[in-house]
């Protein structure tokens, strides 16, 4: 356990200090990023009933945890996150943390993101995605995790998580480029009709 040293008064006071989350750090961390938490679980479910399930399940987990230090707190509430998402997906029990994170303190270091990935995480292409893609595509593009790690998770090997994510990320990157063609052929069509119908201020009428 470790303590501290606070002067007050002239006098020493040894304080002692928590160095593991409690109950109360949980939840009001998932008080405070509620959404975040639960926008991650739909990204991973890509349905809402069952988002809901894997944000209760993460959360319960959380307030069981007796040894996550403090400061990895929301990570290791992401983690659960995820490992409780795959659970609902793709009904896998051995996905397990263990050699990925320890409870006082990740073994890894995130990845950066070889796109401008982050901007992604509206886009309706996800939940589009197969189930085993977009689990990875989530945890590996959005969350950052490293392809070894996001395999242990998943159970299968790098090599099946590396095509997934290179498979995802085509589609969602072609999804983005096809609604953005829309969005613009929707703008320009808008234009053309303004224009082409324009108010005769005189009469009210509409001239064409």
């Keep these: 356990m470790n303590n501290a040293v606070r002067y007050r008064s002239n006098e020493f006071e040894l304080i002692e200090e928590t160095p593991y989350a409690t109950t109360d750090t949980f939840q009001q961390l998932f008080a405070r990023e509620m959404n975040d938490f639960f926008h ?25 945890s007796a040894t996550v230090s403090r400061p990895w707190a929301s990570i290791w509430a992401r983690r659960m996150v995820i490992r409780n998402g795959i659970r609902l997906v793709l009904g896998n029990e051995d996905g397990r943390l263990d050699g990925i994170c320890d409870k006082t303190g990740p ?16 886009s309706p292409a996800i939940l589009s995605l197969p189930d085993f893609d977009r689990l990875v595509f989530v945890i590996c593009a959005l969350e950052r995790y490293p392809v070894l790690d996001c395999a242990l ?56």
């Excluded at 991973?44 to 959380?62: G, N, P, V, W, Y």
């Excluded at 073994?107 to 509206?122: G, K, P, T, V």
């Excluded at 063609?181 to 201020?201: I, L």
Aim: hydrophobic letters at 35%; one cysteine or more; proline letters at 1%.
């Design 40 to 64: 991650l679980s739909l990204l991973l479910t890509a349905d809402a009933e069952k988002a809901e399930s894997c944000l209760i399940h993460a959360m319960r987990e959380c307030l069981n």
């Design 153 to 208: 998770l998943l159970g299968r090997s790098p090599k099946d998580v590396q095509a997934a994510h290179a498979r995802a990320t085509d589609q969602v990157l072609a999804g983005e480029r096809r609604t953005q063609r829309g969005t613009t052929a929707d703008q320009a069509s808008s234009n053309g009709a303004r224009s082409d119908g324009e108010v005769d201020e005189a009469c009210g009428s509409t001239l064409f």
């Design 107 to 122: 073994a890894f270091h995130l990845q950066s993101s070889e796109y401008q990935i982050d901007a992604l995480r509206e």
